[in-house]
């Protein structure tokens, strides 16, 4: 789906139920959208800005179901000394991401909402309330794909969806990188695979390749040809 | 209508500031000529600090980077995609085409894969080779002296080969290989399979003062901000303003329609400028039309005179027709002795450090003209997806898939770079059924007719598609992985993609001696005016197994040339 239609479906009132302003005053409001503004500011289009600030003054889900969303997340992944998902910002990402992207919003409110009514009928507790067993008990059933009850399957995608959702916002964050051990995207010079780990997966630059190879010292010379094409620089 | 006119008059007013159209207005503004450049979308330079997107961390976007923003994601330097809000096309019934639009200066060259590729001496005689088609009127001794200019004013690493069909040139050093594309080398030579380092416009080395040299953050998509890789504004258009060119450039501004007098000559361009809505008209003795091949067939189309009653340019009927894309496939495999890898930085250039040209000889197999693959893989940065089913593949090895707990988290980190992934790109066959047209029932938002798009992929096509997916699923073997996914088959069309896909659609004002058989001549101009040229990839009779833009350079400065020429000797 692309930009357009996701205007479109909040223009044309499909959804729009559930894309209530949030309760504060107008200039707290304000305020929190240059706020995010700033926080998001990487080379937008005057009407990506104005798409992007839109949904950033918008809310989806509720309080309660912000909350069943931050407790699944920490439960789908632990938090532990390399950073836990609210740290990463998960349920933020996962609240923008459903007004992004318009398709999330019928499964995951869907979703929540049942899981929520099975915790009622379990445990006579709304899912918040549950503790670590119980939510073990509610989400055991519905996260493995290959194993899922039948009555259960629309739930299960729910989870994987979540899960998804979940990962992908902690590894794409400041903490998560850090987590992963990704270490690009920065200003460096390639030099090739690291030597210990080129023998570890007994590998070698072919030693007929070697004259094409950039020397890192000479990069700086303007590069100048004979007129065969041969570098001479 | 009402339209203002503009005051000034130019010698040449250039459609579009792509490739075909900056390397144009360099050419023609340092030869002295006063020229005007139209482009549809707003201006864009890749050392904005306001529009760029390099560097920036998958964090900084509220979305992580998932392209429900701009088609290849968040990040990503093309604004525009496959759709345009106000301005659709459409596709005849049972037959299908992507456009792709970049509306910016610069347009398509600020995020292109940079590969470099010139064409070779059997590319432009593919009739005579196998009969098929119809080949150049021109061969590859006219496009290589211009081949070495675009080599050493623009810059492109690769190595000297001697293969006869992949021409060497003025080469800068290339990076060593990934190790993930050690391992395809590997795998890759033991199937027979040509490996040898890529050819791409990204500066390894200095090549003049006034632009940076690559530091490797991979990010080449998002166009580079010290200039360090190829396009069209920070290599040309903005080169040739600060040497004094005198450049008249209209942004936001979209050609309605190339105007002509009472003989039918050109006179220059109407425009629409998209901020106030009001039409213009510019007056120059030259255009050069360099919209893309589908928007410069179609302002051609839409240029409508008593003298020209089929469109400028198109007594053959031919505009529009032979429209072709590059063919597309891919595979991606799991190679377990790449996992548990130590993480270290693996970014490299904006691209594959290795690919494989084609190797094989079409006498011995079952379809016409060739393909060479493209490998990925690596220890990249996670975007938008990155962690979705993150242990499926602990399928492999009987192990639960799904869960939740501390256990995905170490997945996640287990499978990081074990993935590879490769993508054919090969040569598809010009046919006439194939092309794009004016929709007569459509209208864009400021009023100008649409395409319509015919295209339908042939049997020489699916053949092709079902070779790369044999060879994608050999290599992948011989490295000691594992394809994933169903292999593609003919209810799937080998898993070729969609026409237009590729966004190598080049073709639709045909370059040939025969003005019936061809819309312009091989110098680019239109045979049935002696005003009007066309630059970008629209006059290629064929497009072989390579990437186009280094061949639309090279024809752009060769006609630019010609022009400048054609001006001393008061022709126009």
């Not at chain 1, 920490?74 to 996962?94: C, D, T, W, Y």
């Not at chain 2, 009739?127 to 001794?141: A, L, N, Q, T, V």
Request: charged share 25%; glycine share 10%.
């Amino acid at each position: 789906m692309n930009r357009r239609d996701s205007i479109k479906y909040i223009a044309t009132g499909t959804l729009a139920s559930g894309l209530l302003f949030s309760g504060c005053d107008w200039a707290e409001k304000k305020e929190a959208v240059v706020k995010s503004l700033w926080k998001y500011k990487y080379g937008r289009t005057p009407s990506e800005i104005e798409h992007d600030n839109l949904l950033l003054s918008q809310k989806f889900f509720s309080q309660e179901e912000m909350e069943m969303i931050t407790q699944l997340g920490h439960f789908i992944l632990p938090r532990n000394e390399a950073g836990n998902i609210e740290e990463a910002e998960v349920p933020e990402f996962i609240e923008f991401m459903a007004k992004d992207f318009p398709e999330f919003q019928k499964p995951l409110r869907e979703g929540l909402t049942a899981i929520n009514e099975r915790a009622q009928l379990q445990f006579n507790l709304s899912f918040v309330k549950t503790d670590d067993k119980q939510k073990k008990l509610l989400i055991d059933p519905i996260a493995y794909p290959d194993a899922v009850a039948e009555a259960l399957l629309e739930q299960s995608e729910f989870f994987t969806l979540m899960r998804n959702l979940v990962l992908t916002g902690y590894f794409t964050s400041e903490v998560g990188l850090k987590d992963l051990g990704y270490q690009g995207n920065q200003p460096n010079v390639w030099d090739g695979v690291p030597e210990d780990i080129l023998r570890e997966h007994q590998m070698e630059y072919d030693p007929k390749w070697t004259s094409n190879f950039l020397d890192v010292d000479k990069r700086n010379d303007v590069a100048q040809w004979d007129g065969d094409g041969n570098l001479i620089t | 209508m009402y339209i203002l006119k503009e005051k000034k008059e130019y010698d040449v007013v250039i459609v579009g500031s792509g490739a075909g159209g900056g390397m144009a207005t360099k050419v023609l503004s340092e030869a002295g000529l006063k020229v005007a450049v139209v482009e549809a979308g707003p201006h864009f330079d890749p050392a904005n600090p306001e529009q760029m997107t390099q560097m920036k961390q998958p964090y900084h976007s509220p979305r992580r980077g998932a392209n429900t923003s701009r088609a290849f994601g968040d990040f990503d330097m093309a604004y525009g995609g496959w759709d345009i809000e106000g301005e659709p096309y459409t596709r005849a019934e049972g037959t299908d085409f992507d456009w792709f639009r970049s509306r910016m200066l610069g347009g398509r060259t600020n995020h292109w894969g940079r590969i470099s590729l010139r064409f070779g001496p059997l590319d432009f005689k593919s009739k005579s080779r196998d009969g098929i088609g119809e080949d150049w009127p021109i061969g590859y001794e006219d496009v290589k002296p211009y081949y070495d200019k675009v080599d050493k004013l623009i810059g492109v690493f690769g190595s000297k080969e001697n293969i006869y069909n992949e021409p060497d040139g003025f080469f800068l050093p290339v990076p060593k290989p990934r190790l993930h594309e050690l391992y395809y080398k590997k795998g890759a030579e033991k199937a027979g399979v040509k490996v040898m380092p890529s050819r791409m416009s990204i500066l390894t080395k200095r090549i003049n003062q006034e632009r940076g040299v690559c530091f490797y953050c991979n990010q080449c998509s998002r166009s580079c901000q010290v200039y360090a890789d190829f396009s069209a504004g920070s290599c040309l258009i903005f080169p040739a303003q600060k040497s004094g060119g005198q450049i008249a450039l209209y942004t936001d501004s979209m050609v309605r329609e190339v105007t002509v007098d009472g003989n039918g000559k050109a006179t220059g361009v109407n425009y629409i400028d998209k901020k106030s809505g009001l039409d213009y008209s510019i007056k120059a003795k030259v255009v050069v039309m360099a919209a893309s091949s589908c928007s410069t067939a179609r302002i051609l189309l839409n240029s409508k005179s008593a003298s020209h009653p089929n469109g400028l340019g198109n007594s053959s009927g031919l505009i529009g027709k032979y429209l072709h894309d590059s063919t597309g496939g891919g595979r991606m495999g799991f190679v377990p002795n790449l996992m548990n890898r130590k993480t270290y930085n693996e970014d490299g250039v904006g691209g594959m450090h290795l690919y494989s040209p084609w190797w094989l000889d079409n006498k011995k197999l079952d379809f016409a003209r060739g393909y060479h693959i493209e490998v990925w893989g690596g220890l990249g940065a996670p975007s938008y997806g990155f962690g979705f089913n993150p242990n499926d593949l602990n399928s492999f090895f009987g192990k639960p898939v799904g869960g939740y707990g501390e256990f995905l988290r170490q997945d996640v980190k287990k499978y990081y770079g074990s993935l590879i992934g490769m993508d054919g790109r090969g040569e598809s066959i010009a046919r006439k059924e194939n092309y794009c047209e004016i929709d007569p029932n459509r209208k864009d938002q400021w009023g100008i007719p649409v395409l319509r798009f015919n295209y339908k992929w042939s049997d020489e096509e699916l053949k092709q598609a079902k070779h790369m997916q044999n060879t994608f699923e050999e290599i992948i073997t011989n490295m000691g992985g594992i394809p994933l996914g169903e292999k593609p088959g003919r209810d799937k069309n080998y898993g070729l993609q969609t026409p237009g896909r590729i966004i190598h659609e080049v073709g639709t004002t045909r370059m040939g001696d025969d003005p019936k058989k061809s819309v312009v001549n091989p110098f680019e101009k239109l045979h049935d005016l002696d005003n009007v040229f066309v630059v970008d990839a629209g006059p290629f009779v064929s497009q072989a197994d390579k990437n186009p833009t280094w061949t639309i350079l090279a024809l752009s400065w060769r006609t630019s040339d010609y022009i400048v020429d054609q001006f001393k000797q008061q022709n126009f």
